[in-house]
């Protein structure tokens, strides 16, 4: 009888091995994501455009592309550090394609004004793409050598495109702070003339 029951025992632990050596292996793999590194000016902005394209599962305010390690925003903002306010995103491969976040980005900024973005003036306030590897600056720069023939404006593009260093996540304060302080961050964005300059450059519609 103790035996019978040993034995018992095993044929349910021996399906479920079964079972679960049967299920294809996207099922027990956990999701691959990708990271995309841009400098766009205020990374308030920055963020709060990339949160709404579908396929981004995080994006982070920070600080790259400096020679201090660990900056404070201060720091920064007083352009001693060499760092650009960027934003770190997260993104699934498989809903967006890096070419599109590239492209989505150019349509974000004024790529023709040096070391400033709308009213934000300063080195931190450059823009440029940071990349990941050698396929995301072959991305990039594919981008910019079509952006360059098929441009509505006349200006040059001046926007860098360098491979990614150490990326510093900014103050808690300032993640989501378009959501956490809405109406302070509609002023400042209005004011500062960001969407009203996207609109003459590329004829974006808010």
């Known amino acids: 009888m103790k035996a ?22 996207h099922a027990q793999a956990p999701a691959v994501t990708a990271k995309a590194t841009f400098a766009g000016g205020c990374f308030w902005c920055v963020e709060a455009d990339f949160d709404k394209v579908p396929g ?12 201090v390690a660990n900056p404070t925003y201060q720091q920064v903002s007083r352009s ?8 770190e995103i997260v993104f699934d491969p498989a809903k967006v394609s890096y070419a599109t976040l590239v492209e989505k980005f150019w349509r974000t900024i004024d790529p023709t004004t ?12 450059r823009t440029a793409i940071f990349t990941h590897d050698a396929a995301q600056m072959d ?3 594919r981008s910019l050598a079509a952006l360059e023939k098929s441009k509505p404006f006349k200006e040059p593009i001046v926007t860098e495109i360098v491979a990614a260093g150490p990326f510093y996540a900014a103050e808690d304060y300032h993640q989501d702070y378009y959501l ?3 109406i302070r961050y509609k002023y400042y964005r209005t004011s500062c003339g960001r969407d009203a300059r996207l609109e003459q450059l590329w004829g974006n519609k808010k």
Request: proline share 7%; hydrophobic share 40%.
């Open 180 to 182: 956490k302080n809405p």
């Open 80 to 87: 001693s550090t060499g760092h650009a306010e960027a934003v």
């Open 114 to 125: 040096k070391d400033r973005q709308f009213c934000d003036a300063g080195n931190p306030y």
């Open 56 to 67: 981004v599962v995080s994006t982070t305010s920070g600080y790259i592309g400096g020679t």
């Open 139 to 141: 991305a990039a720069k």
């Open 4 to 25: 019978r029951n040993w034995l018992g025992g095993l044929l349910p632990l021996a399906a479920t091995l079964l079972l679960t050596a049967a299920m294809p292996a």
